[in-house]
């Protein structure tokens, strides 16, 4: 078990977690398909939660490697970018509108994901393996997933028409790439 602890391991501890996260956003991808949405949900918190423990342990036990910024990237692309997107787009477009509005949101939520592979590509060519910087230029993309689920839940509980839940869903992947200043926790 001594690979759990080594920098250099694929499977040390910290990507292990990482991994938990993958599987947990493959798994919201399945339920979403299967209109099991609060299921999705919980998975995709789950998948927040070993995001945010991932990066604690390869900071705590010097777990840091190219390879694990390469594979959080891609757990927060799967997590936090489409599984939100994919939520909204079965949850409501596809429930709520047709034609042209159909069209409208459909382009809003491919915008919304290669802003979010945007930001995570640019984080990477600027990131150092194990050290955080104290503010994130641009909204991150698990806050950005934060900020879809609260979209998604003023829908739900109709006080937000489809139409501006689309409105909502650009102006969130636009500030993904903003110069807006977000405090790293």
Known sequence: MK??????????????????????????TYFITQNNFILAIVL???????????GKIARKYNLSNEFGVQLDSFADFLSFVLVPVFLIFQAV???????LMLIIASITS???????LRRLIHFNLNADAGEVENYFTGVP????????????????????????????MAVIAWTLNSTIKVKHP
Do not use: C, K, R
């Open 3 to 28: 690979f759990l602890w080594t920098p250099s391991s694929h499977f040390n501890l910290a990507n292990m977690f990482t991994f938990v996260n993958i599987t947990a956003g493959l798994m919201a």
């Open 44 to 54: 995709a918190w789950v998948g927040g939660a070993f995001d945010i423990f991932d």
């Open 93 to 99: 477009y596809a429930t709520q509108l047709s034609g």
């Open 110 to 116: 491919i915008y919304y994901v290669i802003s979010g």
């Open 141 to 168: 993309t698990p806050l950005g997933a934060i900020l879809l689920w609260v979209v998604y839940l003023t829908n739900a509980y109709e006080l937000l028409p489809a139409v501006v839940v689309i409105g909502a």
